[in-house]
């Protein structure tokens, strides 16, 4: 397995613990099994804040404004809160986060809207007659499900427009759903042993570690629709599996994932890896991102022409995540040898390092900027630097990570300029 990754689009990978002060923009590729002869197939993705999504909660000039101090705090504040979801086994997990609501200020109103607690999210659409659903993406997890005939799940969310009514997926509604049972080879041993019969429908249930959330219910086959790529776009319904999410608990009640959850793992349950196993598509994905936070998904893209390689960690107890490994840093020329790994997360809106990997970054930048360090607690971030009003030129040492396969990720836009009270910053 390999991940391919290219500076050339906007896109982002994380991990850890602290906030750095720079974005790593990855364009994520995913190499689940090689294979050659088929087009790619996706859909549109959104940012939590871009023009679509905010259209639709009505909530347009009522967030702050991009890239802006308030922004950034926001975003920080939100990466924090999910900090340390992952996903469990089916006994469950535990996890000391609490509940923290995003609250947006504008002027001496607050805006609560903690109706979405991911942060990329895509109208996907299932079943005959087609129904869409706004899901959550995660890298972080493997299972596909939708709020089903459920007896504990969200209907619909408020926003200073009014109230956005959701779908709810029904298997008797649609033409082309079919139930799994217990018998069936999509039904797992572990699953097995909770069926009263052959022929009932194969249970599951999927605990996260984040505040008590989980979903349960049985799994079913049904058609996603997906459109090619290309100039044609070319239709398929593709037949997978998903969980029919009967009964959601903790933050799936409160914003986690309010209308169903895309899950990109690296697991067979998987849609990326359901596509390639049924013949739709090449064993592989890519998210890119805009800066306009509107992107797209594509499965079966394998990249391009000289783009970078690198394997994922495998046999890691974090080994269902798309880990790597770094082997070395370059800043400024600098090299260290420092290796450590990194978790590509679509959930996640900073890369966030733990030591002793955020120190020799963040040290060894920082004693090669020439600007001063700013001294103000207002910003999330560590290491930000004072611009003079005029100032048109930044020398900004170079920052370059070498994989473990030797190919090296430049990341060539490091630097964010932020007008902060009356004086712009770097960071």
């Known amino acids: 397995m390999a991940t391919l990754f290219s500076s050339a689009h906007s896109c982002h990978v994380h991990h850890h613990k602290f906030p750095f002060l720079f974005l790593f923009l990855f364009f994520l590729f995913v190499l689940i099994e090689s294979c050659s002869g088929f087009g790619t197939y996706g859909f549109d993705i959104h940012h939590r804040f871009s023009d679509p999504v905010k259209g639709m ?3 347009d000039g009522l967030l702050p404004v991009k890239d802006s101090v308030p922004y950034f705090q926001v975003m920080v504040h939100r990466d924090r809160a999910i900090h340390g979801r992952r996903l ?56 596909f499900w939708l709020p089903c005939d459920c007896s504990s799940c969200v209907r619909k969310l408020g926003s200073p427009s009014g109230p956005v009514v959701l779908n709810i997926y ?45 979903t349960t219910g049985y799994f ?11 100039s044609q776009s070319k239709a398929i319904d593709a037949k997978i599996t998903f969980g029919c999410g009967q009964v959601q608990t903790g933050s799936f009640l409160t914003g986690g994932a309010p209308n169903g959850l895309f899950g990109l793992g690296m697991a067979n349950i998987s849609v990326p890896s359901t596509l390639a ?36 960690n495998q046999g ?36 966030y390092l733990n030591d002793p ?26 290491y930000c630097y004072d611009m003079s009003a005029n100032q048109t030129e930044l ?33």
Not at 358 to 382: C, G, M, Q
Request: glycine letters at 10%.
């Open 57 to 59: 909660f009505g909530v």
């Open 88 to 143: 469990a086994t089916s006994t469950g997990g535990d996890s000391n986060n609490t509940k923290t609501p995003i609250a947006f200020y504008n002027g001496n109103e607050t805006y609560r809207i903690d109706n979405l607690g991911f942060l990329h999210y895509a109208n996907v659409s299932v079943g005959t007659p087609s129904i869409s659903f706004l899901v959550a993406l995660d890298t972080g997890s493997n299972l």
């Open 170 to 214: 029904s298997p008797n509604k649609s033409s082309t759903s079919g139930k799994v049972p217990c018998n069936s080879t999509l039904c797992s041993q572990t699953q097995r042993k909770r069926c009263p019969s052959d022929q009932s429908n194969c249970p599951y249930q999927v605990v996260y570690l984040s505040n008590g959330t989980s």
């Open 220 to 230: 079913v086959q049904d058609s996603l629709h997906l459109v090619s790529d290309d």
């Open 277 to 312: 196993h049924n013949g739709y598509t090449s064993g592989s994905f890519s998210m890119c991102f805009g800066p306009d936070g509107i992107g797209r998904i594509s499965f079966g893209d394998k990249g391009s022409t000289g783009q970078g390689e690198t394997s994922f």
């Open 316 to 351: 890691q107890p974090s080994s269902s995540l798309y880990n790597i490994s770094i082997a070395q840093t370059i800043i400024g020329g600098q090299a260290g040898d420092l290796v450590y790994s990194a978790v590509f997360d679509s959930g996640t809106s900073f890369t």
């Open 357 to 382: 990997a955020y120190t020799l970054i963040a040290e060894t930048f920082n004693n090669l900027v020439k600007e001063t360090r700013h001294s103000s607690t207002d910003l999330p971030f560590d």
């Open 395 to 427: 020398t900004i040492p170079t920052v370059n990570l070498v994989m473990s396969s030797g190919d090296y990720f430049n990341v060539t836009n490091p630097i964010l300029t932020i007008l902060a009270v009356s004086m712009p910053l770097f960071v």
